[in-house]
Nanobody, 128 residues
Framework: QVQLVESGGGLVQAGGSLRLSCAASGRPFSWYAMGWFRQTPGKEREFVTAISQVGDNIYVADSVKGRFTISRDNAKNTVYLQMNSLKPEDTAVYYC????WGWGNSGRYYDSNKYHYWGQGTQVTVSS
């Protein structure tokens, strides 16, 4: 299995930027497609963005397109989420997740059930 630890969350003013990191340990990182999700109290976990095992495919939710960028460094076993032009509605707990061997034939990168491992989450708060 793989262990995931997120970092980089915090409090930022609207319009600001944050970069989240998710460090993985355990099985080879390149075996996993990675995703970022977010969740606010009382709501379901929401897909944000995902990246394939070698980074050749990237998917981004419409709500963050043009503002958030996912990347990965397989040599460092880390996936990143660069968040720019943050809005108060981006406030949430952000989770990274790993899908062993990718999302399968369905290609449902946005489906949290396709991910096998999750980090503990990191809080992002955007003030207006």
């Amino acid at each position: 299995q793989v262990q995931l630890v997120e970092s980089g969350g915090g409090l930022v003013q609207a319009g600001g930027s944050l970069r989240l990191s998710c460090a993985a340990s355990g099985r080879p990182f390149s075996w996993y497609a990675m995703g970022w999700f977010r969740q606010t109290p009382g709501k379901e976990r929401e897909f944000v963005t995902a990246i394939s095992q070698v980074g050749d495919n990237i998917y981004v939710a419409d709500s963050v397109k043009g503002r958030f960028t996912i990347s990965r460094d397989n040599a460092k076993n880390t996936v990143y989420l660069q968040m720019n032009s943050l809005k108060p509605e981006d406030t949430a707990v952000y989770y990274c997740a790993a899908a062993l061997w990718g999302w399968g034939n369905s290609g449902r990168y946005y489906d949290s059930n396709k991910y096998h491992y999750w980090g503990q989450g990191t809080q992002v708060t955007v003030s207006s």
